[in-house]
């Protein structure tokens, strides 16, 4: 299920729900902008969390409007990178979006207006 590739480095089933329910909803602005990192850094980028279903975003204590519920958010590694090189180039993709800052990886998010955030 959801095994469809969906641009050069992507699999759809990368984005899926991690509770196991297979659901997947995914904005395709979050996508183009993901690749085009995959792209310029040459890393894999690794998605510790893309879409959730309600169920799963308030097990895992998400915000009630979380991003992550519209298939507009994802917590990404990019591998080998240093962390403050991994927030430098998701501001340079993210900068109209939202961007928290975690120690092991970053939350980017196409809402569509400007947010930053420690966690
Ligand atoms: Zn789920």
């Known amino acids: 299920m959801n095994n469809i590739k969906i641009s050069d480095n992507f699999n759809l089933r990368e984005f ?3 509770c196991g329910c297979g659901t997947v909803k995914l904005h395709s602005e979050l996508l183009r902008r993901l690749q085009a990192i995959r792209t310029e850094t040459g890393r894999a980028v690794v ?3 893309g879409y959730r279903c309600p169920t799963h975003n308030k097990k ?3 915000a009630s409007n979380s991003q ?3 298939g507009k958010a994802a917590d ?3 591998k080998g990178l240093p962390i403050t090189e991994q927030r ?3 501001e340079k993709y993210f900068p109209d979006g939202g961007i928290g800052y975690a120690n092991t ?3 980017v ?3 569509g207006s400007k947010a930053r955030w420690t966690y």
Do not use: A, E, M, P
Request: hydrophobic share 30%.
């Open 16 to 18: 899926q729900c991690k």
């Open 47 to 49: 998605i510790n969390s």
């Open 60 to 62: 895992v204590g998400g």
């Open 68 to 70: 992550h519920l519209h």
């Open 76 to 78: 990404i590694v990019i």
């Open 88 to 90: 430098k180039i998701c």
């Open 105 to 107: 990886y970053t939350h």
């Open 109 to 111: 998010d196409t809402r």
